[in-house]
């Protein structure tokens, strides 16, 4: 089982509407999570941490969930120009290892 | 954007020749890595350093090596290329040890090996 799991897609999405992607990752003692995105032909840029609250950042809202070891990311009112491909990024306790995701691929269609 | 630039962007080689990769930093951060990215595979640390001359390894180490001799510069060299080195390589910086800390990323360098 990889370590950190997602969707690849694509998702295909209209304009406007709402998208939602979920990451499970396998180590129960992960500590922080994020959401990078990565343009094509780009690097990864931080999209947003996730605390354990859940927290928002204008149309993005990301959630975690530990009990069931998966965070999530929900776009609402999308944009031509979130089409990316999202990476779900998970931190160990003390250490500096970031495993990342092989991303979700999002389109938004006009 | 943070402060990285990666040398070269674009690299063509054969395989057996000795390639130098370059990430420069001006956010006087303590921590770098080296990652690669390749289809079907998500980033994937190389090695890492967590100050000048302190370097470790990561999950795909074989037929790398790294020296930070200056805060600002971290090097990845391939002694002898080969062909399953071709790839995107990746640096990121980051500021601290705090679990909370992101990483931030280079340009990234696409290096093919013939």
């Known amino acids: 089982r990889k370590e950190v799991e997602q969707d690849p897609g694509p998702f295909n999405v209209p304009e406007g509407a709402t998208v939602a992607f979920n990451c499970t990752y396998s180590n129960s003692a992960s500590q922080s999570f994020f959401w990078y995105r990565q343009d094509c032909r780009k690097e990864p840029k931080l999209l947003m941490s996730v605390y354990s609250s859940g927290n928002e950042d204008g149309r993005f809202t990301a959630q975690l969930n530990r009990a069931s070891q998966y965070i999530s990311l929900l776009i609402r009112d999308s944009k031509l120009s979130d089409s990316a491909t999202y990476l779900c990024?998970?931190?160990?306790?003390?250490?500096?290892?970031?495993?990342f995701g092989t991303g979700t691929r999002l389109t938004i269609i006009p | 954007d943070a402060g990285i630039t990666q040398s070269p962007r674009h690299k063509v080689t054969e395989t057996g020749t000795p390639v130098t990769l370059r990430c420069h930093q001006t956010e006087n951060h303590r921590y770098m890595y080296w990652y690669r990215q390749d289809p079907g595979h998500g980033l994937r640390l190389i090695h890492y350093?967590?100050?000048?001359?302190?370097?470790d390894k990561g999950e795909v180490s074989d037929g790398y090596s790294v020296s930070r001799s200056k805060t600002e510069d971290f090097l990845l060299t391939l002694e002898s290329a080969t062909s399953s080195q071709t790839s995107v390589y990746f640096c990121?910086?980051?500021?601290?040890?705090?679990?909370?800390?992101?990483?931030?990323f280079g340009d990234g360098t696409r290096l093919s090996i013939l």
């Open positions: 350093s967590y100050g000048v001359k302190d370097t």
């Open positions: 990121a910086i980051s500021a601290g040890h705090g679990s909370n800390q992101p990483q931030h």
């Open positions: 990024v998970v931190k160990g306790l003390g250490n500096e290892k970031l495993t």
